[in-house]
């Protein structure tokens, strides 16, 4: 595939943070690969399609070939999980802005357009008791699929193609990403505050009210704030909360 070209040349080249590229044309999961392949390096797992694409709350991420999945695995990750939540929506968040400046995050770390999704980072651990040994971050982006056409998807996701009308390829938007990722990564401690007031600036749907989903319970109220640590506050008939996990309807 001419896309591994460049991306490899980039791996073997110029990366700091990964050493080495796995592509697969068809696969379950990247994030499931990631944690069968037994690498010490940090690496990269790409894939065509993937036949069981997991999202959060162990959903379905559907993946047919054309849109983009991949998944990194990293060991003993540097900074907390927060912080990689904060990080990856930012790098994504700006690789995608380049080509419209009218996409936002959803907290914690969808990429919308008009309140319909492009793109979505699915972080998984690995702990060796309560130390965080290694970490999975799963990207899938949708590039070409025409959710119009789809009665299921066609209010709640859209792709790249259809808000530019381009076909923009795969291998830019990945090294792009893959640059701007490390780029952060490697220098944390001296983007982290920059990190948090870019990741606080673009959450959607602040003083809006919403419906957010908790542990099965249904919470309508108003997103108030982002604190520092990426948790959210919200504001109910009965009180002001903070959370760290959850989702926004
Ligand atoms: C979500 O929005 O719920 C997260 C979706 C994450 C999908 C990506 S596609 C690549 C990687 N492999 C998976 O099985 N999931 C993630």
Redesign the pocket.
Known sequence: MKTLFKINHYIKHSSLLFKDIYFFKSID????QCFKIKNKNNFIIL?GR?S??????S?K?S?PYGNL???FFIHKPAIDYNEIVMLTSIALLEVLKKFNRKLYLKWP??IIYKNK?I????IEREFKGNILKSLVV???INLFTDFQKILHFKDTAISLKDITRKNIEKEIIMINFLKLFEKYYNCFSDWKKVIIKKYMKNISGKNKKIHFKIAGNLIKGKLKKVNHDGSIVIKSLRQEATYSFGEIL
């Open positions: 999961s990247t994030n499931n894939a993937q069981q694409g997991r999202g959060r709350y959903r991420w993946s999945y991949f998944s770390n969808d999704k793109s979505g980072i699915l799963g990207i899938g």
